[in-house]
């Protein structure tokens, strides 16, 4: 196994909605990139700024390679597609911005076309499908050219991001109980601290010097569970590999709560990982095949549900899928509860993948 990406690629878009999701993040990656035009100035907030200056956050100026790119797998996916999903179609809701600096002249006239208005700043509304599809081409042409895997704070492009990491393959059955292949969804006891809301971006500065040994340790037990997960036939191996999955994230936490230095002993499920190929009968193999399509115990410290039946077996991705491809960090106002400490709330992406395939 390679030794896991330290940086993340945010998407999909320029600012980031909530501080404490920042936080957290720092609290995993050593450093968060956004894809922000050159001639527009981000409205950050002032910790999102502190976070900059620390060179912590990055903006990435994009190039023509980078539109080029982003053009023809965006018109080849239009042109191409056997039925497009109903995730892409709608108009209904609130309109996303989208800058024209972020788009190739040979589609931007398509899409000044879809745009409802464009604003003072220049900026394209566009239905949420429309956009967030194409920020999702722009995301993967800018997190392939620059081996950046890539992260989101968005539920719904988060299971775009599954959908187009297995070439859309799928069909309208994605509760198929007949299938041979699956694509999985993780989701792993992080190293953010309870209540990061409340500490000063000075603070998880400090903490995120402190906890690099902690936090690269946990990288790689995360993507060393995850490799092997997709693979996985033998139950006596598999439970013993979920037993040093969670010794090594203990091991990781130790170093992580000695650089806090206050609290710190309770942590979220906060990581998510999606399109994780596997055989539906590996769940069998993990004593899971009572009701696979929710989220169940996976040892101490894992979640483990299948998201959708692939409709061809035949092209899985379990041979070349990297636990780099599908990473989702889950919104700290979902993931922290008061009273009992921290308690795991997640989104149903099973529901939500449904919802993007058919309704």
Known sequence: MTKPKSEV??????????????????????????????????????????????????????????????????????????????????????????HPEKVDE?????LYALSQRIDQEGFLSLSREVANSYM???????????????ITDDVDMFVAMGYFNH??????FVYNEDCNEITATLALSSIIPSGIETYPMKKIIQFHIASQEGREAFRIAVASLTDELKGIKDEEFFR???AKFDEDLNRSRKSVVSALRAGGADFSYALVTAGLPMALSSFAVMGMVTDPWAFQSLGASAFLG???????????????????????WLSLHSAFKSGDGVRLKLPQFHSKFEEFIND
């Open 9 to 98: 690629l945010y998407y999909p878009s320029i600012e980031f909605y909530d501080d404490s999701w920042l936080k957290g993040a720092l609290c995993h990656w050593d450093k968060v990139y956004r894809i922000a035009p050159p001639s527009y100035t981000p409205k950050d907030s002032d910790e999102v700024k502190e976070a900059i200056d620390a060179g912590l956050v990055e903006s990435i100026n994009l190039t023509s390679g980078d539109l080029s790119d982003t053009a023809d797998k965006f018109i080849a996916f239009w042109d191409s597609a056997p039925f497009v999903p109903a995730g892409f179609q709608g108009y209904e809701e609130e309109p996303i911005r989208l």
């Open 106 to 110: 040979r589609i931007r006239g398509q």
């Open 136 to 150: 999702l081409f722009l995301s993967e042409s800018v997190s392939r050219r620059r081996l950046i895997p890539k």
């Open 167 to 172: 070439d859309g393959n799928f069909n309208e």
């Open 240 to 242: 013993k590999r979920v």
């Open 306 to 328: 299948v998201v959708a039946a692939l409709a061809d077996h035949t092209r899985s991705r379990r041979s070349s899928w990297t636990s780099k491809e599908g990473n989702y």
